[in-house]
């Protein structure tokens, strides 16, 4: 379609059919190793980030308005799924990758063929093709696990690299996973957890701070799972023992939390 020197998140899907949950859920699996992408709902709108000129920033805006079927699946894999636009034409293709794909400063020294990495101070997504980086317009938009001749499971990445939840009970001693679904590592995410007593996210009492800790008032801070995987796509909530939370000097062991991840480029 063009391009534009201004959105509100770059290199990512800006909108696409949600679930009732408000959550990304335009990938499905489709006939043997193929994703279907529905565009009932929604049409999926795309930004792919293409660096900067004098005007600022410069990012593709595409439209996909009809369903599309992505085949050629990888088996016994995890597959990156993928958008492409074509420098030459502007079209918009859809492959796959089974190589997770970078997000990082600079380029690795020794990547795989086929390897590709977003390279965050440019704002620019390459591909190693055995010999040499090539610049593309890529923008990854979910994932597909799947077996010898079927796809297992989809995800689709969260809309404009943001995962928001409700406010849901919380105890002490206690672990909790939420599947975020950015699809970068949380060390390339802001995120925010909001502690509160009741289920509406109102405090007991107004103006009064509550924060993790112990009864002694060691202040603790979420405990998350460092895997690639895990952080990637969920997060781990653990409290360590102690109180979820002080109350003028009182441990508070049950509570609400809510969680606001952010990818932070």
Known sequence: MGF??????????????????GYANFLSAGSGLAVNLDTNLNPVILSIASGFNEYGTVDYIEKIDTDQVISGLTANQTNFIYAERNTATGAISFNSTTLVPIYAYKKPSSPNTGQFCFVIPEMKMYYYNGSSWDEKQVVFIGEAVTSASSVTNTITYALRGEYLTDYFAVNQNSTYQKSH???????????????????????ATPSTDYFWADSNGYMYSTSIENTTYVTRLKTYLGYLGGAVGLYKGSGQSTGYLRIYIKRNF
């Open 4 to 21: 534009t020197t201004s959105t509100s998140t770059r290199q990512t899907v800006l909108s696409g059919g949600t679930d009732s949950n």
């Open 181 to 203: 679904n950015i699809g970068v590592n949380l060390d390339l995410c802001n995120s925010n957890y909001f502690f509160t007593i009741n289920s509406d996210g109102s405090q």
